[in-house]
Every structure is written in structure tokens, then in C-alpha cells.
């Protein structure tokens, strides 16, 4: 699964621009320089979490809308959340998909993206934009890019891998969670899973 999420890290990585770039340009312009800086990079093949994170922040965070992702993946309970909650969900959403994107570095080797043709309405402001993740000796791995235009360019809020909605699969998990314990169980839940998982990279870190 990791071999395929680092389409999501590639993928969506951009620079500033003065003007509103189009989504798949955005995506074919950027991702050679995502991908030449991993290939360079020994530290973060290695696992240099620091280095990594700072890439990932510079580079990826900005294109995330994580409050839609929140929604969609929290659902109908969204409406019910307060606002002290939603702010909690999308922070603990937030540093979940951090770590995920983070370990997708480590495994980078000689995968390429190729951006397949796109056509868009010169008024739209919802896209897909559709990929392949190609690794030689495998079969493409498509995925896709569910973006939307705001007042800060295009941003994406979900990410399909072979179909499959990376957003909406922890729906099922989250209601579960939520029926059980409410909004404040499933806040729980994702915070404790962070810690846990922090720790567990901090005692990898120092092992080393």
C-alpha cells in the first residue's frame, strides 16, 4: 500500500504561484521536482524523518484541503460536531495522513507518474485529475485526484488508489467508532493513534 501512496505525495506537490495554474499542469510540472529531490536525497531514502517532514510540509501540506477530507470521511455526524470538535477532527485527520504520506517516502525507488490527457471547462471548479503510478516489472497503478478550485488555487481532497477512495475508506471505521462512542471517542481514537505512532518512530530514530 505504501508503493501506492506515494502517487498521493508526488502528486500533490506544487509551488506559489501569482496566477491559478491548472490541475493537471500543476501535477506535471511539479512532480519531477519532487521526484528528482527524493532520488538525490540519501537522507530521506534512508528515513530521515526530520528531512522528510519538512519536505512533505513545504511541499505537499499546502495542497490538501483536510477540511473537506475531514467531512467527507466523518460524514453525517459532521453536521452534529461542534466547531471545537470539527477543529480537533481535522487536526488529528491531518497529522494521521501526515505520517501515512511520510513513511511513502522511505519506499521510493524507481517508481514514475504519468499524467494521463485532460480537458477541463474553463469554469470548472471540480476536476479529476487521472494518473499511473508506474514501477518497471508491475502493472500501472492508476490513481486518481479529486481536486477543487478555491481562492488559493486548486487543492485536492480525496485520492482514489485503483478505485478505491482513500478518504471515504475510513468512513466505515469512523462511524463505527462514533455510534460507539460519539465524536469525542473518534477524537480520541485518532490522537491516540498518532501518539502511538510517534513514539514508534522516535524509538526507530534513536535506535539508529
Known sequence: MLLKMIAGVLMLVGVAHADVVAPDVLINTTVQEVLAIV???K????????KILELVDAKVLPHFDFTRMTQLAVGKSWRTATPEQKQALVTQF?????????????????????V?????????TEATVKTL??????????????????ADGWK??????????MVMSYRGT??????????????????DNNTSA???SLRKAEAK
Open 39 to 41: 532520488k538525490q536525497d
Open 43 to 50: 537522507d530521506i531514502q534512508a528515513g530521515n524523518q526530520k
Open 94 to 114: 491531518r497529522n494521521m495522513l501526515v505520517r501515512t504520506y511520510t513513511k511513502a517516502f522511505t519506499v521510493y525507488r524507481d517508481q514514475t507518474v504519468e
Open 116 to 124: 494521463k490527457p485532460f480537458k477541463m471547462a474553463a469554469d470548472a
Open 133 to 150: 503510478i508506474n514501477k518497471p516489472g508491475a502493472q500501472p497503478v492508476p490513481v486518481d485526484y479529486e481536486m477543487k478550485k478555491s
Open 156 to 165: 485536492a481532497f480525496d485520492v482514489s488508489i485503483e478505485g478505491v477512495s
Open 174 to 191: 469512523f462511524d463505527t467508532q462514533i455510534q460507539q462512542n460519539g465524536i469525542d471517542g473518534l477524537i480520541k481514537m485518532l490522537s
Open 198 to 200: 510517534a513514539n514508534v
